[in-house]
């Protein structure tokens, strides 16, 4: 049987859309889960949370695999191939949410898997691989502010220090999986072997209008930009608002203003570069007072760490310019920084063809936010396939929105990639 053969029997005994209804529904369902009574909040180890865990747990046993919550909320379900000693590949995605969120962030990744699975099982097809379908239990940090919990233990890159970290209300980590019936300590056996796996596919909704104004359902993930964040603290001196003129003034909000300026400036000259001035303050202003203090947030993200950095040291050098010339004092500490992940190039070559094999132009972007697929960098060969987002590409909020039709897409996507995973390119 060749490839495109192969690859329309792996969906043509489903009916055209439904696996897009299937998992529009399923979203449904497990939003009925929620931490907040108007809306979507599933954060880390609540009792919401564990709900959901074990909903998807009882849908991938239903679907035909074996499936278990493991020792940090994980859910784990595996179709297993006719070899035991056969690789994994992993199809994951994570199911906490941010407050108030959207019902697709991370959950679409968990239930194309799980669609894929369920038809397979119904055609009695098995692979000649071991399909872990995972929904990892933290991503977003909320609760910890601890991002990565879930995908970093099965990746074995779990930091043991994380488990002293703690909630608003006090409780730890260890605390809240201890409340789960869970050994913190037990932690690093999670962790998969590279030898065992063949790879790590994450189908994610794409958090942006790139796909939506080009009127294509599906994108291919090139990389996932590295990111820096800095906190600024400006200080300058405070002064009646009617009686210091305007040449003998050092404000800082407009020196603030300057740097918010210039950060939007540089990050538009370089594809694929953006910064963010996402929180600026004013502590104790008001109304009448030149503003003595000011504080803001940076991050610059690029699809590559040589773009971001660049961009990183130009505006770094025109915050002291700004200082100097406006007599402000300026504070700037770096608080995060995360080097730029690459997609694997020939899993995105097995994602492009079975694209085109469904008549739809490949289109190839970065990822300017964070997935768990970047715990695998470096212990497998990682890929993602995009999903259009509507309502201008929102996200993590309760306008974000896909349509049945673009899910389904994916989802036939994503199973003319297991079928074809050992032929199409090449064997792993």
Known sequence: MDMVTDAKSATGAAEQGAFGRRIVDLAARLAQWS???????????????????AELRDLMRAAGMTAEIDGVGNVVGRYAAADPAAKALIVASH?????????YDGRLGILTGLAAVEHLHRSGRRLPFHLDVIGFAEEEGVRFSAHYIGSSAIAGRFDMRLLQWRDANGQSVADVIHKAGFDPEAI???ARRAQDLLGYLEVHIEQGPVLLQEGLPVGIVTSIAGTIRYGVAITGMVGHAGTVPMALRRDAAAAAAEIVLYVERRCAAAPTLVGTVGRLTVPGGAINVIPGRCELSLDIRAADDATRDAAASDVLAEIERIGARRKVAIEIKEIQRAPAVPCSAPLQAKLAAAVERAGIRPRYLPSGAGHDAVSFSG???IAMLFVRCGNGGISHSPLETITPADADVATRVLLDVLVNFETAHGAR
Do not use: I, K
């Open 379 to 381: 212990l497998t060969d």
């Open 95 to 103: 199911y906490d949410t941010v407050l108030n969120a959207g019902s």
């Open 188 to 190: 690093p056996s999670l």
């Open 35 to 53: 931490e907040t009574p108007d809306g979507l909040t599933c954060t880390y180890l609540t009792p919401t949370h564990r709900a959901v865990a």
